[in-house]
């Protein structure tokens, strides 16, 4: 996969606006604040403020990046729960995983050629947590982080090549 290709996925990867990017982040924070069963304070208010800002800012390369980074964190957060026989904070996280995973293949721009072979990435994913779930083994977990990590950091690569070459 050259990196030309990698820029124009960047680019097209996602046909959606950040709002629902916010919106899903809004919802994510809700479910959180309902299992937890508090308020929001005044400094939480600030800190949401501050990530919806944030948010509002992101290139869609960033955006990219960011759920990359979220699904690896997601990831050791599984393998640590397994380590520690903590079967709900292991579900939680696959369940997480899953989603993030779902997301990406359902934002993917389906015109470019490169899209179909993302997608069929990421039917792989899901595959591979399902069986995680399932089973429990961490060697799931040893077989697809590296993927996630490699995939990402030709993400990574491709958006500073494309903001390089917009600043010539």
Partial sequence: ????????????????RKAIF???IAYYTKKVEEREGSLINMNQYGYQQYKTQSINTMTQAEMLILLYDELIKRLTRAEIALKNQNYTAFDEAVTRCREIVRYLSSTLDKKY???????????YFQYELSRLSAGRKPEVIEEIKPLIIELRD??????????ANQKK
């Fill in 1 to 16: 996969m050259s990196i030309s290709n990698m820029t124009m996925i960047v680019r097209s990867h996602f046909s959606f």
């Fill in 22 to 24: 916010m919106v899903g």
């Fill in 113 to 123: 050629a490169i899209s179909h072979e993302l997608d069929r990435m990421y039917e």
């Fill in 154 to 163: 030709t993400f990574k690569e491709a958006d500073k090549i494309n903001s």
